[in-house]
């Protein structure tokens, strides 16, 4: 077994072993709304749930130069946005808002996804989505790199609200096999749900 010091590696090098190591990883498809009213949309794999008491999801959002990207900046200056679970059906969708676009340009067009108004947040959901969940920020705190230039915004949010296709709703609980999630591994590759199995938790 190899014994590799994380400090001798590049930042480069550490995300391979990362984003190899740490599979499958959790998709947030995430809208937030500029300043100036543009729908912004962007995926994001470094997602999971924190507690249910109250819901906490947190979301990590790179930063280039220490420059917050256009979700973390308009999730702090709005405190709102919506996090949705992608799935097999628009997964390419959610792959094109990943493109290189302007803060003035939405990629909610760019990918032809459909917005739909939210109840108790301000910023538009996405349609095609079978789960979203309505969020406000709890808090954004700034990670890594240096005091001057954070390498990540950590944003947490709290739930306000949940919207949960009906096929998948059953007695209070998800049907994972109707939803069809789809996980981020490493470089250009997914995962689908695949095989499940249950195991009983110790007493």
């Given at each position: 077994?190899?014994?590799?010091?994380?400090?001798?590696?590049?930042?480069?090098?550490?995300y391979?072993?990362?984003?190899?190591?740490?599979?499958?990883?959790?998709?947030?498809?995430?809208?937030?709304?500029?300043?100036?009213?543009?729908?912004?949309?962007?995926?994001?794999?470094?997602?999971?749930?924190?507690?249910?008491?109250?819901?906490?999801?947190?979301?990590?959002?790179?930063?280039?130069?220490?420059?917050?990207?256009?979700?973390?900046?308009?999730?702090?200056?709005?405190?709102?946005?919506?996090?949705?679970?992608?799935?097999?059906?628009?997964?390419?969708?959610?792959?094109?808002?990943?493109?290189?676009?302007?803060?003035?340009?939405?990629?909610?067009?760019?990918?032809k996804?459909?917005?739909?108004?939210?109840?108790?947040?301000?910023?538009?959901?996405?349609?095609?989505?079978?789960?979203?969940?309505?969020?406000?920020?709890?808090?954004?705190?700034p990670?890594?790199g240096?005091?001057?230039?954070?390498?990540?915004?950590?944003?947490?949010?709290?739930?306000?609200?949940?919207?949960?296709?009906?096929?998948?709703?059953?007695?209070?609980?998800?049907?994972?096999?109707?939803?069809?999630?789809?996980?981020?591994?490493?470089?250009?590759?997914?995962?689908?749900?695949?095989?499940?199995?249950?195991?009983?938790?110790?007493?």
């Open positions: 077994m190899k014994s590799i010091d994380p400090q001798e590696l590049s930042v480069k090098e550490n391979k072993f990362l984003t190899g190591s740490i599979i499958p990883r959790p998709i947030a498809f995430v809208t937030t709304l500029s300043s100036k009213g543009v729908l912004n949309a962007a995926p994001f794999s470094y997602f999971n749930a924190l507690t249910s008491n109250p819901p906490l999801i947190a979301i990590s959002i790179g930063r280039k130069d220490g420059i917050q990207k256009d979700t973390s900046r308009n999730a702090e200056e709005l405190v709102e946005f919506v996090v949705h679970i992608p799935d097999e059906t628009y997964i390419k969708a959610v792959n094109q808002t990943a493109a290189n676009l302007e803060p003035d340009q939405s990629e909610v067009e760019l990918a996804l459909t917005k739909v108004k939210s109840e108790k947040v301000g910023v538009p959901g996405i349609a095609e989505s079978k789960i979203r969940m309505e969020c406000v920020v709890e808090q954004i705190i990670l890594g240096t005091p001057d230039k954070p390498s990540t915004d950590l944003l947490i949010g709290r739930v306000v609200h949940y919207h949960i296709s009906d096929e998948l709703y059953h007695e209070g609980r998800i049907d994972a096999d109707k939803l069809k999630p789809v996980g981020r591994l490493a470089g250009t590759n997914y995962v689908k749900l695949g095989e499940t199995f249950s195991l009983e938790r110790p007493e």
